[in-house]
């Protein structure tokens, strides 16, 4: 067992500073064993705690780090940057070179505005297909996760499509009751929705690579439908590419699949490890926003240049020849061992994957929506993230979250890290 007493003790101090003692919940290690590790450092594919325990990284801050941690191109765009400020509340050379560098490299964004975190860049894609349709309602999908905002934070009542039922104290029933949740891949409900409030649908929003409650990949041709069904009902396609956004291809789902979105979101990749959030589409959809247009929305530190250096110095990486491929094969590498052992073992799990995204699942069927997660399954996921702790392997401390692979996983990472989940689901199964 790793000692964890320095990161324990800092963990009690923080429960006097904040609720939980983490910023943010899922940071709290709730659904897995033992205190929450303090992270004291990173570089490349590793990082250490206070205790000094090493680890391989596969959280990568939750997906933003795919050049890996302490990148030396990044930091020298940060400390280059920051020697003339930090921030100036007026338009900087950097924001223009963020854009151009999205724009001239990604057919569906035309104009984009830069925000602070995913969380408020669907909070204004929200506002803009408002404003641009004059309608009011949202539509989305029961597994999708869309950051904290109030009338998102829904989920599906009882019954294929019902108004939402917010998941958190705070959120008047009102707000929740703007959002329709239907379950992913039943065309069958979302055209009942459809016909039924067809004047009053402002967009239909979704996560085209659902990764935040497990990874619920869907098929294209459903990505498909919907473009189809926005197209008939007159509302807006907003794909929530928070986490697949430069991830899944530079283009991310929507050039992956090949469907236009008339919004997409942008997080996490797109500000390199600085907190940066994005929204965009057409000339036509985004002169709705402010100053051009009458959709308000604004930012003291939006488009800050230090985040924006990091940011470009990421995306200039990824637009590398052969970036993706590199990180698809590393996954490949990573998972495949893992999946014979599960097949000769036949233990009741699989791993589902796309590009450098990898979630391991307790089924042994594809998963392909919220209600087959099976909860009592997570305590298998509880004892691994124990088990590979011990063995120098960090995952996110949930069974709903996804891993990452970065470009900085050598290969001697992805097979120290295969052979550790391999020894640890020996253990988790009793094989
Ligand atoms: C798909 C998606 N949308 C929005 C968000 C919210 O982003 P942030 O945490 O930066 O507010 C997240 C965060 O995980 C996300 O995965």
């Given at each position: 067992m790793i000692s964890r007493a320095e990161s324990a003790k800092l963990?009690?101090?923080?429960?006097?500073?904040?609720?939980?003692?983490?910023?943010?919940?899922?940071?709290a290690f709730r659904s897995v064993e033992g205190t929450p590790l303090f992270i004291k450092k990173g570089k490349g594919a590793r990082i250490w705690d206070a205790d000094g325990n090493e680890f391989i990284d596969f959280c990568c801050s939750w997906g933003p780090l795919i050049l890996g941690h302490a990148h030396e191109g990044i930091l020298e765009a940060i400390r280059s940057t920051i020697d003339n400020g930090t921030s100036f509340g007026a338009p900087s050379l950097q924001e223009n070179e963020l854009a151009k560098l999205i724009i001239n490299n990604h057919r569906h964004i035309q104009k984009i505005r830069f925000v602070s975190s995913g969380t408020e860049a669907v909070m204004s894609a929200i506002r803009l297909a408002r404003g641009a349709t004059g309608k009011n309602k949202i539509i989305k999908f029961e597994g999708c996760y869309h950051g904290h905002v109030d009338a998102l934070l829904v989920k599906a009542g009882s019954g294929l499509a019902t108004f939402g039922v917010s998941t958190s104290a705070g959120i008047p029933e009102s707000f929740a009751a703007e959002t329709i949740v239907v379950p992913l891949n039943e065309p069958f409900a979302l055209e009942q929705v459809l016909e039924e409030h067809h004047n009053d649908i402002a967009a239909i929003i979704i996560e085209p690579i659902p990764a935040n409650n497990g990874l619920l990949l869907q098929n294209k041709s459903f990505l498909q439908y919907l473009r189809t069904k926005c197209d008939e009902f007159d509302c807006l396609l907003i794909f929530d590419e928070v986490i697949s956004g430069f991830r899944a291809g530079f283009e991310g789902a929507a050039g992956k699949y090949d469907v236009r979105p008339d919004i997409i979101t942008f997080g996490k990749i797109i500000g390199g490890g600085m907190p940066v959030g994005a929204f965009g589409g057409s000339h036509e959809i985004m002169s709705n926003i402010s100053p051009d247009g009458q959709v308000y929305q604004a930012g003291t530190l939006s488009g800050n240049p230090v985040a924006m250096a990091a940011g470009r110095a990421t995306l200039e990486a990824c637009l590398t020849p052969g970036f993706y491929d590199r990180l698809a094969q590393k996954t490949d590498r990573l998972i495949k061992p893992i999946q014979d052992f599960v097949k000769a073992n036949e233990l009741p799990m699989r791993i589902q994957s796309i590009d450098s995204i990898f979630w391991l699942a307790f089924s042994h069927k594809r998963v392909m929506t919220a209600d087959h997660i099976d909860a009592d399954k997570m305590v298998n996921f509880k004892k691994l993230h124990a088990e590979l702790l011990n063995r120098g392997v960090y995952v996110g401390p949930?069974?709903?979250?996804?891993?990452?692979v970065s470009e900085a996983h050598t290969e001697e990472d992805i097979d120290m890290a295969s052979s550790a989940m391999v020894e640890a689901l020996k253990v988790v199964f009793n094989k």
């Open positions: 963990y009690d101090e923080a429960k006097h500073y904040f609720p939980g003692g983490v910023n943010s919940p899922v940071r949930s069974g709903y979250e996804v891993g990452f």
